[in-house]
């Protein structure tokens, strides 16, 4: 299991790398392995609004249909079309896979680092 | 073997009679210049190939069919029997009313008897299946927050203590779902709710099903429906839950406004496998004239004459289907009815709650139980965290061992609280036989997961397929036949 420590986190399980100011998102991959295969991702649109706490994309795995919350709140500069025919990327390198990119940054949410997240994700067990 | 690949050109069954109308040549835009590709075979080939795909499938009447929240009951065949009869099946929907007033009584007694049962008004047999039924109740609601002037009402909230289906029929519906979780008991969290109800005019209304998708009874049920309808919204009853419940407990006396009732689940009329399925929707008073299709009436309103009819709702919404349904379901829902009588309905859901605990209290040394309820009503939620975690055997790998068994698995990864579950309905129409042997089946695959659980990631093993790669499924779907 990888907790990448340039990541910051969000306790719904996303990993947020924040770029000058931009900021890219993903999931962890502690969220990847208890969702299970992914076989489907729905993304949202260059220049759509997302909001810190509101979900931006889904995933489906053979077992149920995910929300992907934003922990950011901002403007989607780039979308990793990539894994819309590919959503098994996001299973083999849950970091390398990532879902958007986020300009124009109003908000965040509270964010955690790679330790604490690890911690958590331990106490959720 | 597929039956296009059984095909041969030539091949048929010339049993149409020669035409003895004028043929009409259709103009040369409309005829179409591809070939039509339809499989070529001789009856007896087409009649095995049937039969034999029917030995490939498991239904209820090949074995134990736990599948949780679906009701997989034994349906009678005295059902079938009554269904066949020629005054049902020889009609046409548009015949005159005085000549069909069997029909008419059928539609009419099976509208009473559901009014009893639910505690509601008036049903309307026209929803095809039970997320149909869903959808002409968020109609209705719909329906009555435009009336009174409020078109701003379109958030509905479905905890997810809810049916499976609720959320996508609420968007259907045009209306923006919001959850509730639930609290750590498997119900609805009452403060929560409060929190997004409180003042809230947007609020369209609640779905629900109690007793509940984890089997678990809401005692504030009443305090539920309350919060709601002090916001100004209704509150809709998903029947899935019913079979628990019939004859002893009212979704009308629960404070809910309208209901959806699956008749291929909770009246024994078959289901899986196409059914047909047919979601008859409840409603109070205040609903009524907004009901979809027509309703059965005393006089008609043409004759003048005091025979059966059919009636619009002052307001209706319209059609949900053509006509009045999937009417032959109705009448075997109701020989069912009529069979048990007002003894046996209230008995069938006591067995049905008695069988799901009887297997519950037998299994919870081996399976955790998700809520660690003390009793369940119809149906119970088993959490394989710990196996998954201890030996790697997953729900899924234990829904695999159960067909080498013989046994149709419970319904898997559902409610999606419950991380590793397999949620079983037995049905009170199972004997304690069947019932003792299911469980015996259950403790040997645990056992078996602690023993060997490479037997079980590699199950099934005697079934026509054995184990399925879904996820490539899921990822590259194949859905047609690819002709050369």
Redesign the interface.
């Known amino acids: 299991m990888e907790f990448k420590k340039e990541a910051l986190y969000a306790k719904s399980h996303e990993w947020v790398i924040f770029d000058g100011d931009e900021a890219t998102i993903g999931i962890s991959d502690y969220a990847q392995s ?1 969702l299970g ?1 992914l ?2 991702v729905n993304l949202p649109e260059e220049g759509d609004e997302v909001e810190v706490g509101e979900s931006f994309a889904d995933v ?1 795995s ?3 249909v995910s929300d992907i919350y934003s922990p950011v709140t901002g403007v989607v500069a780039e979308i990793n079309e990539e894994l819309l025919d590919a ?2 990327k996001i299973n083999e390198d849950a970091f390398g896979a990532w879902f958007i990119k986020v300009k124009d940054i109003t908000d965040k949410a509270e964010l955690i680092s790679a330790e604490e997240y690890e911690a958590f994700c331990e106490s959720e ?1 | 073997m597929l039956v296009f690949e059984k095909s041969r050109p030539g091949r048929g069954v010339s049993a149409l009679p020669e035409c003895d109308v004028e043929i009409l040549k259709p103009e040369e835009k409309d005829i179409r210049t591809s070939e039509l590709h339809l499989p070529e075979m001789a009856e007896v080939d087409l009649s095995r190939h049937y039969t034999e795909l029917a030995k490939k499938a498991h239904g209820v009447n090949d074995g134990f069919y736990p599948l949780g929240s679906c009701t997989m009951k034994y349906n009678p065949r005295v059902n079938e029997k009554i269904a066949a009869l020629p005054g049902f099946t020889d009609v046409h929907p548009l015949q005159p009313v005085s000549t069909v007033q069997g029909c008419l009584r059928v539609i009419k007694e099976t509208s009473e008897a559901l009014c009893e049962i639910t505690g509601m008004n008036q049903f309307t047999m026209q929803p095809a299946a039970g997320a149909h039924g869903e959808f002409t109740g968020l109609l209705l609601i719909k329906a009555y927050h435009l009336a009174n002037g409020e078109p701003q009402r379109t958030k509905i909230i479905v905890p997810d203590s809810a049916h499976g289906t609720n959320p996508a029929s609420a968007v259907m519906a045009g209306m923006e779902v919001i959850n509730v979780d639930s609290t750590d008991k498997g119900l609805v969290d009452l403060d929560k709710l409060r929190e997004v109800c409180e003042g809230n005019d947007q609020i369209a209304g609640l779905m629900l099903t109690n007793p509940n998708t984890a089997g678990l009874f809401d005692p504030n049920i009443k305090e539920i429906t309350d919060i709601i309808h002090e916001c100004g919204g209704q509150c809709y009853y998903d029947g899935a839950n019913l079979n628990a419940v019939m004859g002893w407990a009212r979704p009308g006396d629960m404070g809910f406004d309208c209901v959806h009732l699956n008749l291929h689940k909770t009246f024994s009329t078959p289901h899986g496998g196409g059914g047909p399925g047919s979601g008859p929707v409840g409603c109070k008073e205040h609903l009524a004239k907004f009901m979809p299709g027509v309703k059965v009436v005393d006089k008609d309103a043409h004759s003048g004459k005091d025979i059966l009819s059919f009636a619009k709702a002052e307001e209706s919404l319209g059609e949900m289907k053509s006509f009045y349904g999937n009417f032959l379901v109705v009448v075997k829902a109701l020989t069912y009815i009529k069979m048990l009588g007002k003894e046996g309905i209230p008995e069938a859901s006591k067995n049905a709650v008695l069988n799901a605990n009887y297997m519950m209290q037998k299994l919870k040394g081996a399976y955790d139980m998700a809520f660690e309820p003390e009793v369940c009503m119809h149906e119970f939620v088993m959490d394989l965290s710990r196996q998954a975690k201890e030996t790697g055997v997953t729900a899924m790998d234990i829904a695999k061992g159960l067909l080498d068994n013989n046994i149709h698995p419970p319904t898997m990864y559902f409610p999606l609280t419950v991380h590793e579950a397999l949620m079983a309905e037995p049905c009170e129409t199972e004997s304690k036989e069947t019932l003792d042997d299911a469980i015996n089946v259950f403790l040997e695959l645990n056992d078996l997961a602690y023993s060997d659980p490479e037997k079980l990631h590699q199950a099934p093993v005697k079934t026509p397929v054995t184990r399925l790669d879904e996820v490539g499924a899921a990822r590259h779907p194949v859905l047609k036949y690819e002709f050369e």
């Open positions: 208890e295969d076989v489907f489906e053979v077992k149920a959503p098994e067990e």
